[in-house]
């Protein structure tokens, strides 16, 4: 079975400084997806990025980036020039892309990050 | 695009009554919607994935005849919670699988007096 592990709970970042979200994961797949969701006070997930596993290439979305080492099952997340609206819940999460198989998600407990003014 | 809402936002109701909750994908068809469930400070259990046209496919430990879900449509699919009671308050979200990617909707706290 597949699992996702955020060792991080909590960490702190100051406004405008570059943190890094660590996750790895466990799977026996060759395709899959990896995702990093925010959560918000609000609760409504919002995805961040995402990544292939058939890609080399780190995605990227304006701040964020993934470093993604598909041999040591390692994808974290970094954020660059933090802005006080990044303070969320950060779930790194796990999906097969193989065919016949299930469509779900399978998420870290998160990590929580705080932005220090 | 791909933008899934939920109704209620936040409902409350007495023990021993039953509550709905609808989640719509508002700009794309969705066959699979998903129905999770947020304790405090914790991640988000999957509780059920909700096929349209056929049964749902609950987890293990999830009761299917207290947690009720119907995918009548490619848009809408919806949550019962039967005779609900205290320890069924949470943080009820659903989402919606838009190409290889989930969209989540905003949540329903749901609360049990």
């Known amino acids: 079975a597949q699992t996702v592990t955020q060792s991080q709970p909590e960490m702190s970042v100051q406004e405008a400084e570059t943190v890094t979200l660590s996750c790895t994961y466990d799977?026996?797949?060759?395709?899959?997806?990896l995702f990093w969701y925010k959560q918000p006070p609000s609760r409504q997930m919002i995805l961040v990025i995402r990544?292939?596993?058939?890609?080399?290439q780190n995605a990227t979305e304006n701040r964020f980036s993934v470093n993604f080492q598909k041999a040591a099952k390692s994808f974290s997340l970094k954020i660059s020039d933090s802005q006080l609206g990044d303070a969320a819940m950060y779930f790194c999460?796990?999906?097969?892309?193989?065919?016949?198989?299930?469509?779900?998600?399978?998420f870290g407990k998160g990590t929580r990050l705080h932005i220090l003014p | 695009g791909a933008v899934v809402s939920q109704h209620p936002s936040w409902v409350i109701c007495k023990s021993g009554t039953s509550v709905k909750i609808e989640c719509r994908s508002l700009?794309?068809?969705?066959?699979?919607m998903f129905w999770y469930r947020q304790f405090p400070k914790q991640s988000l259990m999957l509780m059920a994935t909700?096929?349209?046209?056929?049964?749902?496919?609950?987890e293990q430990g999830v009761e299917k005849d207290k947690f009720l879900i119907n995918h009548a449509s490619l848009t809408l699919s919806t949550l019962t919670v039967t005779s609900a009671h205290p320890e069924d308050s949470s943080f009820y979200i659903c989402?919606?699988?838009?190409?290889?990617?989930?969209?989540f909707g905003p949540g329903t706290r749901l609360t049990v007096l």
């Open positions: 799977t026996s797949e060759s395709d899959y997806y």
């Open positions: 990544q292939e596993a058939y890609k080399q």
């Open positions: 999460a796990y999906r097969s892309a193989l065919m016949g198989r299930d469509d779900k998600i399978i």
């Open positions: 989402s919606a699988r838009a190409g290889d990617t989930q969209y």
């Open positions: 700009d794309f068809q969705a066959t699979t």
């Open positions: 909700s096929n349209e046209g056929s049964k749902a496919t609950y």
